[in-house]
């Protein structure tokens, strides 16, 4: 069992701290645990349970009622909302749940609802990359353990590799609208692979003919791949500040003088840090951007 501050619950279930003192005492919503020096302190069950509180009433559901609901009576409620919702805030908060329970069918179903209703593309910017982004705090916070966050990441690999692969080639080398070739590739080192794989997708889905490379493909693969495949443009992604020095080294491989392909490039570390690209490098800072540069 992890231990996490009051600040931590405020932090992961949007509850405020008083509010959460406040439940306590009225209506025993949480009896927390005190260290020896009497600070307070929760539990992984408590944070379950009070994700659960915070998603019923956000919804409406007074918390004198909550209160009288188990853990799993809970649980049902908030399962049993309506899958046809657009509320992104539901659907994520069913999407911690499914993860924290490592329950693979009840969150598949949640994708593949959201696939259907709003399409693939809104589906990973709308829903999936923002839960993504809070399954990040919660495990730099500590209540998330990574193989949690493996396990929906694989997840969702599996979901953007299958919906690539029925796109096939079939519009690519038409007459009245030739695609174009475009080379996809992480630096060495670099592992993060969702937003790479969205973006094979998004230019297969445009007609666009791909050569995926995957991630930690090191620096002089990329070179002898390039001579090979003759791209029109390259798409390429660094995620974290511990990868500047990865970050340099691809810019100064990738601006050769004799390398004049435009080259995509997107990734948290073009936010934290100010780096000048050089002339043929274009900052995407959103993979639904990507569509003006084709």
Same mark, same amino acid.
């Given at each position: ?5 009051? +600040?931590?619950?405020?932090? @992961?279930? $949007?509850?405020?701290?008083? #509010? ?9 919503? *949480? ?32 918390? %004198? +009622? ?14 049993? !909302?309506? /899958? $046809? ?50 399954? $990040?705090?919660?495990?730099? %916070? ?5 193989? !949690? =966050? ?23 080398? +038409?007459? =009245?609208? &030739? ?10 080192? =670099? ?14 889905? +445009?007609?666009?003919? #791909?050569? !995926? ?7 002089? /693969? ?6 090979? !495949?003759?791209?029109?443009? *390259?798409?390429?992604?660094?995620? #974290? ?15 050769? &003088? ?6 995509? *490039? ?18 995407? =800072?959103? @993979? ?7």
């Amino acid at each position: 069992m992890k231990q996490f501050s009051i +600040k931590d619950i405020e932090t @992961l279930t $949007g509850i405020k701290s008083h #509010t959460i003192r406040i439940w306590e005492q009225r209506y025993s919503i *949480i009896s927390p645990q005190r260290t020896s020096t009497n600070i307070r302190y929760y539990n992984d069950d408590d944070l379950k349970l009070l994700l659960n509180v915070s998603l019923l009433n956000k919804r409406g559901v007074k918390i %004198s +009622k909550i209160a009288k609901l188990s853990g799993s009576e809970m649980e049902t409620i908030i399962m049993d !909302y309506h /899958d $046809g919702s657009e509320d992104n805030s539901l659907q994520m908060h069913k999407m911690i749940v499914c993860m924290l329970h490592l329950d693979e069918v009840g969150f598949e179903k949640i994708i593949s609802s959201a696939i259907t209703m709003i399409g693939l593309e809104r589906s990973v910017t709308e829903l999936i990359f923002p839960f993504l982004h809070q399954v $990040g705090v919660m495990w730099q %916070s500590g209540s998330v353990n990574p193989a !949690y =966050e493996h396990f929906v990441t694989n997840l969702i690999r599996t979901k953007l590799i299958v919906a690539t692969d029925a796109i096939g080639y079939l519009n690519y080398n +038409k007459l =009245e609208n &030739p695609g174009q070739k475009i080379l996809l590739f992480l630096p060495a080192k =670099e592992t993060h692979e969702l937003g790479l794989l969205f973006a094979n997708y998004i230019f297969r889905s +445009k007609g666009h003919h #791909t050569m !995926y490379l995957g991630a930690d493909l090191p620096d002089s /693969d990329v070179v002898s791949v390039l001579n090979t !495949y003759n791209p029109d443009k *390259i798409f390429t992604s660094v995620t #974290t500040s511990l990868h500047l020095k990865t970050l340099r080294r691809v810019i100064d491989k990738l601006s050769l &003088p004799d390398i004049k392909i435009p080259i995509l *490039i997107s990734g948290g570390i073009l936010k934290d840090h100010r780096i000048e690209l050089p002339k043929n490098f274009h900052k995407i =800072e959103k @993979l639904n951007d990507l569509t003006p540069f084709l």
